[in-house]
Structures are given as C-alpha cells and as structure tokens.
C-alpha cells in the first residue's frame, strides 16, 4: 500500500511561482500530478519515469511547470512558475506501479488528499 501527502498549496498572485511536494510511503513507480477546478473534470499535468529520465507535461503547463523527484527522500516535487488564475484548481499527486508515462487519472492506483492552490489576478 502506498501513501501520499501533499503539501506547499497556496494563495499567490499571477505570475508568482510554487513548489508543490508530495512525500510517498512505499514503493512507487511512475508518479503523476493532476489538478481539478471547480465543475470541471480532473486532469493531468505532469509525471515522471521512476529514475527521473522521462517526464511528460500537458500542454497548458509546458515551459512553466517542472515536475522532479528525489528518490532517496521519496519526494516528487511540482515546480509552478508564472502562474495563471487558470491554474486555480485542487493540485493531486498519483502513483502508479506502471513503468510507463500515463496520462490518465484511471491509470493511477495511489491518490493524496490534495492541496489548493489559488492564483489571483
């Protein structure tokens, strides 16, 4: 079993940045952050190949966000910068005991609680 915690959520103005990190218990795989805004449904944002070689990025966060990891503190990290009002939302971290880069919230087995980021104009 496999437990994540999410933490670093916050209220900041556009254009500012935040680090997002989430500390698993466990063995984990592939590891992936979504993020769901109000009435819409949740979706992917980035994830990251169990040694850190491989990440993949939607397109809306591509050149802004950087997702990394640090295996020896069992640590992903979600680096957001120049952030918009349009990446309000409840920021999720995932993980999979698939190898491969899955960009789909069915495809992960292992969910946080979540954590609210706010960005205002």
């Known amino acids: 079993q496999v437990q994540l915690v999410e933490s670093g959520g916050g209220l900041v103005q556009a254009g500012s940045s935040l680090r997002l990190s989430c500390a698993a218990s466990g063995r984990t795989y592939v590891m992936g952050w979504f993020r769901q805004a109000p009435g819409k449904e949740r979706e992917f944002v980035a994830a990251?190949?169990?040694?850190?070689?491989?990440?993949s990025y939607a397109n809306s966060v591509k050149g802004r966000f950087t997702i990394s990891r640090d295996n020896a503190k069992d640590t992903v990290y979600l680096q957001m910068n120049s952030l918009k009002p349009e990446d309000t939302a409840v920021y999720y971290c995932?993980?999979?005991?698939?190898?491969?880069?899955?960009?789909?919230?069915?495809?992960?087995?292992?969910w946080g609680q979540g954590t609210q980021v706010t960005v205002s104009s």
């Open positions: 995932a993980a999979t005991t698939d190898i491969f880069l899955r960009t789909l919230p069915t495809n992960y087995d292992y």
């Open positions: 990251i190949s169990r040694g850190g070689a491989s990440t």
